[in-house]
């Protein structure tokens, strides 16, 4: 039988090691094991793959091979190009597994590969209920009114909210004071199920990072855009998206908001309509329904949406772009204070047609005749005299015409 000779070289090159030859022998039975050698590493055939001091696994080859390619006379040389092989293969296959790991439309992924399980709204809910938000429940719920203005309002005013929904509505204004917090799964969930719903993909994605942009927030980090409105924008956003009769109107509006000209920050905007929902229950002109419905996050959810809408519709069909932008809210707000019932019965039809298959009124690419869209000289100026109504924090925090104070913060 042919004895195996196993000789260790060192090379002497770039790593700066000298040319040597020494066996590393071990003993066994009284016979002599010799077994190569290679830069402090112990190569012999049929051995699995291993790993030493955090290096990569060598694998064995037969001699003939290693004349094949050479690397017999390239040791002997002691010079020329010294490439490990097994720690290319380890780098091919990490960039391989990245690329596997990357989807179509799915930009900064993180290599999580068991991603957060999408939450409901009720389930997020559910965690603000059992919550102790004591320190946020020190608000103003409705506004104070003074003199004549109070005087009226208790005449001709919508009646007030009943007594067994005063906790659920101070809990929405709890909510709407809530800010963002990186320790919280539940937070943490609802972000990735709006970017997933959204985006339409599977994966999480970094906490931060210019992929926010992607679905309408104004930088890397989404909790910067919410001071207005707190957790609850998130909320009305995650209601928006899971509900399955507004997922489609969601998507449709996300995507006007990726037009070319008529473009605008949807999550920046979403904020705005749930500014303008607050708004209006604070004002109380929501209380008749919700006393109605016995309560009150379900009817403000379908202002919020119903509020939306009517932002869409106005978009769309008068050709809006984002210099309009701070006359369009403005202009949805007043609209919402005044026809909070027109609105929600606006909704209601618009999700009944489009369960029935057809097209929904208000959706028509065309600006109507007697709306035109302002020309380009008209955008400019509403641009160049509106300058900061372009950044949207400013427009989220527009005064109230009412009396008294009507902003949340």
């Not at 770039?14 to 402090?40: A, I, R």
């Not at 051995?47 to 694998?59: M, Q, R, S, Y």
């Not at 679905?215 to 989404?222: E, K, L, W, Y």
């Not at 065309?366 to 949207?392: D, I, T, V, Y």
Request: charged share 25%; glycine share 6%.
């Amino acid at each position: 039988m042919e004895e195996d000779i196993d000789v260790t070289l060192h090379l002497e090159g770039q790593n700066g090691l000298s040319p040597e030859c020494k066996s590393s022998e071990e003993t066994t039975n009284g016979h002599s094991n010799q077994k190569p050698v290679m830069n402090g590493l112990i190569i012999s055939h049929n051995v699995k793959d291993h790993t030493t001091n955090g290096c990569a696994p060598l694998t064995s080859l037969p001699i003939s091979t290693l004349k094949q390619n050479g690397l017999l006379q390239t040791l002997a040389a002691a010079g020329g190009d010294q490439t490990k092989p097994a720690e290319e293969n380890v780098e091919l296959e990490k960039a391989r597994r990245e690329w596997e790991a990357l989807e179509s439309i799915q930009p900064a992924l993180t290599e999580d590969s068991n991603p957060s399980p999408l939450i409901s709204f009720n389930e997020a809910l559910q965690y603000f209920q059992t919550t102790d938000l004591g320190d946020l429940l020190n608000i103003q719920p409705t506004i104070r009114r003074t003199g004549l203005a109070a005087v009226t309002h208790f005449l001709f005013g919508p009646p007030r909210l009943h007594r067994e929904l005063t906790e659920e509505r101070d809990l929405v204004f709890a909510i709407a004071q809530c800010h963002v917090d990186n320790s919280q799964t539940v937070h943490m969930r609802v972000l990735q199920t709006i970017y997933k719903r959204l985006i339409g993909c599977r994966l999480d994605c970094p906490r931060y990072g210019t992929h926010w942009e992607n679905i309408g927030f104004q930088g890397a980090d989404p909790a910067t855009d919410l001071r207005g409105t707190g957790f609850l924008g998130l909320m009305h956003t995650l209601y928006f998206v899971m509900d399955p009769e507004t997922l489609p109107l969601a998507r449709d509006i996300y995507k006007l908001s990726q037009h070319p000209t008529q473009n605008f920050p949807f999550s920046v905007m979403s904020i705005n309509m749930t500014r303008i929902a607050l708004q209006v229950l604070r004002e109380e002109a929501l209380s008749k329904e919700c006393n109605r419905r016995q309560q009150v996050v379900g009817v403000l959810n379908e202002f919020y949406v119903a509020t939306y809408l009517h932002l869409y519709q106005v978009w769309k069909t008068q050709q809006k772009t984002i210099a309009d932008s701070g006359f369009v809210i403005k202009e949805v707000e007043l609209f919402a204070k005044k026809n909070p019932k027109q609105m929600l019965r606006r909704l209601e039809v618009f999700l009944k047609e489009r369960r029935a298959g057809g097209v929904p009124r208000g959706t028509s690419p065309e600006p109507p005749a007697q709306q035109p869209s302002p020309s380009q000289e008209e955008r400019a100026a509403r641009a160049g005299s509106k300058a900061k109504e372009l950044h949207f924090t400013g427009v989220c925090e527009l005064p109230s015409d009412t009396e008294g104070d009507a902003r949340l913060i």
